[in-house]
T-cell receptor
Framework: GENVEQHPSTLSVQEGDSAVIKCTYSDSASNYFPWYKQELGKRPQLIID?????GEKKDQRIAVTLNKTAKHFSLHITETQPEDSAVYFCAASLATGRRALTFGSGTRLQVQP | KAGVTQTPRYLIKTRGQQVTLSCSPI?????VSWYQQTPGQGLQFLFE???????NKGNFPGRFSGRQFSNSRSEMNVSTLELGDSALYLC??????????FGPGTRLTVL
């Protein structure tokens, strides 16, 4: 089955700096890659997603890039703010319409004021 | 629209008991997926239901089961509870796209 590896497990940045979280997946058939943000005690919240026919997607301070050949995708957060502090999860889905997400192990992002 | 809701939010059971958790998807969403979240194993997919049919199943023992009703509400059941079943159980609903929206979860503690 699919396996998703996520790095780093923890990341500390200064407010205003950029943060990058990287994930690799094993199954080349995966074609949907969402990113979720989970604050302490709260539900995972979708922040951005990308499909395999797109190489990059941006939404304000957040961007995701996908390299299908290398089977990795990354989350980029620019101009980080203290409210960006949370655990971020990447995920991959094997095929469109089959909503079985395989998650990475998570990255705890701490933005220092 | 109201978001995904789950009941109960917290549950304490003892080993050997069984438990039923409920999930109400966003109105109009026909797919409901269930995930288990633990500190050790992270977020793991349990199963997905669409139009009252189980469409996908993760790698969990048969003690974990679920169902979906005609109004898309879903329940999951865990029988013969073990200490290791203590976890946050999340459900997520989706419409016609892959995007899944999570509920707040049910925190299950097995003593």
């Amino acid at each position: 089955g699919e396996n998703v590896e996520q790095h780093p497990s923890t990341l500390s940045v200064q407010e205003g700096d950029s943060a990058v979280i990287k994930c690799t997946y094993s199954d080349s058939a995966s074609n949907y890659f969402p990113w979720y943000k989970q604050e302490l005690g709260k539900r995972p919240q979708l922040i951005i997603d990308i499909r395999s026919n797109v190489g990059e997607k941006k939404d304000q301070r957040i961007a995701v890039t996908l390299n299908k050949t290398a089977k990795h995708f990354s989350l980029h957060i620019t101009e980080t703010q203290p409210e960006d502090s949370a655990v971020y999860f990447c995920a991959a889905s094997l095929a469109t319409g089959r909503r079985a997400l395989t998650f990475g192990s998570g990255t705890r992002l701490q933005v220092q004021p | 629209k109201a978001g995904v809701t789950q009941t109960p939010r917290y549950l304490i059971k003892t080993r050997g008991q069984q438990v039923t958790l409920s999930c109400s998807p966003i109105s109009g969403h026909r797919s409901v997926s269930w995930y288990q979240q633990t500190p050790g194993q992270g977020l793991q997919f349990l199963f997905e239901y669409f139009s009252e049919t189980q469409r996908n199943k993760g790698n969990f023992p048969g003690r974990f089961s679920g169902r979906q009703f005609s109004n898309s509400r879903s329940e999951m059941n865990v029988s013969t509870l073990e200490l290791g079943d203590s976890a946050l159980y999340l459900c997520a609903s989706s419409q016609s796209t892959d995007t899944q929206y999570f509920g707040p979860g049910t925190r299950l503690t097995v003593l």
